[in-house]
């Protein structure tokens, strides 16, 4: 039954709803449908807002956008940005279109002038374009690879850094005293960025080393990246690429993939019987929003794809290899995440770089080396296909210039006569063989999760894959170290394993990422079995939490 003040807060928030559908979805709903819609208003996760496409406060929906965009005004101006330039975008989900323009007119008539991307973008131009013009802000309409049915709102300030406390927190409080959706003041925008965008390709295409092209299999999986990637993919001089020509043009319902990520399992099957069947010598699949990639490769056995620790090291190690060794390699700094795969240390080490670790998202790696005065970041990763691999252009994941150097990479391994494989053997023989892998639990809420995590709290794993454990719960650190999380750690220097649990920041998930490092026993394919062994086991016991 709907409390007095939910039934009041519904009715209220109906009466100023300013799109009509929305209002009266809710004024059908059940007493306990509408308690639901108004339990908890949506939150700043890993990356931003994101929900369902639904009426009220729990959802993405245009009465949500208008109050949230009128808070990121409001802290803007309470921090002496007022008058800056915001820039906004979207991609091509249902909404995005109308959800842009509302937050470009709600800044507009608030006195910030806007770029309003003129057609739909991927999301590291509007982190390009903040970061390149000097903007105050930027905000994306996108929800990545969710759902169809969802949407989401991306934001970033100054530097087109992703936002992180105490920033998000400000706008949420000042999204709670924001006036009703429809008395929020809003101005017509006119549409631009262009010049912006045709910056960014140039940026993006930029980033190879070597010359000389390389046949690309390629799907943007429905989303919007296809005409973005194959223009910077020609600007950088790879003209050979066949794309997946179902899946090429955006749609929002995403019609050939039960979900719109690279990493679910049947999404990249189409991409892959392409490469086969043009002979590619690299597969690409970008998510819906183009801010990370997925890489495939020949083998022996047919195609695979590379999980992204694996992509991680190779664009890792091969970024690290162009910079000198000396003075400027030691300010030459790497990041990844607590999640991801620790070889990239090692790497780092090899090559007289530094690394750091960060908390998941890439709101975090983005500021890698912010307070390391006199580091660079040059390269930054996350285990879920998110690679930055051009700090200086965007200081967030980019699945287009990746792709780039992914493409740079294969040709420069083939002009050495080596191949992929042969290089992630190279990397084994020089660090250990290392094998990542995830195991992910859907829940139905928050509330579920949090009691998963509370359990484990409670009764953490005296010992696994062999090893006596140390347990280290992030939820007790202080500052920027502390996130809902527990590591689970055993072993020495040559042998070990790693276990990290956390609930997704942006879907209904509690995600364990499982590492085991084993040294060489007689060979790398033994080694590798070993490690697999180690491996399954752990994951079976993940799935059994």
């Known amino acids: 039954m709907t409390s007095p003040r939910t039934g009041a807060a519904a009715q209220e928030w109906i009466a100023h709803d300013p799109d009509p559908q929305t209002a009266a979805e809710l004024a059908a709903l059940r007493e306990d449908e509408l308690e639901e819609r108004f339990s908890r ?9 994101r ?21 990121v005004a409001k802290v803007l101006g309470n921090r002496g940005l007022a008058g800056g330039r915001v820039v906004v975008g979207r991609d091509t989900r249902r909404g995005s279109e109308e959800f842009a323009l509302a937050a470009a007119e709600v800044l507009a008539a ?49 530097g087109g850094f992703p936002i992180v406390p105490p920033t998000d927190r400000e706008i949420e409080r000042a999204i709670a005293e924001a006036p009703h959706a429809d008395e929020i003041p809003r101005q017509p925008v006119t549409p631009s960025g262009v010049e ?19 046949r690309v299999a390629l799907t943007p999986l429905h989303g919007v990246g296809g005409e973005f990637v194959v223009d910077a993919l020609a600007r950088a001089g790879f003209a050979d690429v066949h794309v997946v020509q179902s899946q090429f043009a955006p749609d929002p319902d995403f019609p050939t993939v039960t979900f719109p990520n690279p990493e679910e ?44 620790d694996e992509t991680g090291w190779l664009l ?26 620790r070889m990239l240390a090692a790497i780092a080490n090899d090559h007289g770089a530094r690394h750091v670790e960060t908390l998941t998202g890439f709101k975090w790696l983005s500021r890698a080396d912010v307070e390391l005065p006199g580091c660079t970041l040059v390269y930054a990763y996350e285990e879920a296909i998110g690679h930055c691999v051009d700090p200086g252009a965007v200081r967030d994941k980019d699945g287009i210039s990746a792709t780039v150097l992914a493409c740079d990479l294969v040709a420069a391994l083939r002009d050495q006569g080596r191949t992929v494989l042969a290089a992630l053997d190279d990397l084994a023989v020089r660090h250990g063989v290392h094998t990542t892998t995830a195991v992910s639990r859907r829940v139905a809420d928050a509330d579920e999760a949090a009691a998963m995590m509370a359990r484990l709290r409670a009764a953490p794993p005296e010992r696994l894959g062999g090893f006596e454990m140390t347990v280290t719960d992030l939820l007790a650190e202080r500052g920027h170290r502390r996130t809902d999380a527990l590591v689970f750690f055993g072993g020495d220097g040559q042998n070990w394993v790693r276990m990290v649990v956390r609930p997704s920041g942006t879907e209904p998930k509690v995600k364990s990422y499982i590492e085991v490092r084993c040294a060489d026993l007689g060979g790398l394919e033994a080694t590798r079995a070993n490690a697999r062994v180690v491996q399954d086991e752990l994951v079976s016991i993940a799935q059994r939490w």
């Open 196 to 214: 912006q965008v045709q910056h960014y390709l140039d940026r993006a295409a930029h980033v190879r080393h070597t010359h000389g092209s390389v």
């Open 110 to 158: 608030q006195g910030f002038p806007v770029t309003l991307m003129f057609a739909a973008v991927p999301t590291p131009v509007v982190a390009f374009t903040v970061r390149h013009t000097g903007a105050a802000a930027g905000i994306q309409i996108t929800a990545s690879h969710n759902p169809p049915t969802d949407n989401g709102y991306k934001v970033y300030f100054d």
């Open 316 to 341: 890792g190690d091969y970024i690290l290899s162009q910079v000198e060794p000396g003075p400027v390699s030691e300010a030459t700094l790497v990041a990844s995440t607590v999640v991801s795969s």
């Open 51 to 71: 929900g369902p496409l639904r009426g009220g406060p729990n959802g993405m929906n245009l009465a949500v956008v208008l109050r949230t965009t009128w808070a």
């Open 41 to 49: 208003p949506l939150t700043f996760g890993t990356a931003g807002l």
């Open 265 to 308: 399992p049947g999404a990249v099957d189409a991409l892959l019987t392409l490469a086969a069947d043009v002979n590619a010598e690299i597969a690409v699949a970008l998510d819906p929003d183009a801010d990370r990639c997925a890489i495939g490769v020949p083998t022996p056995d047919g195609w695979r794809m590379l999980s992204g």
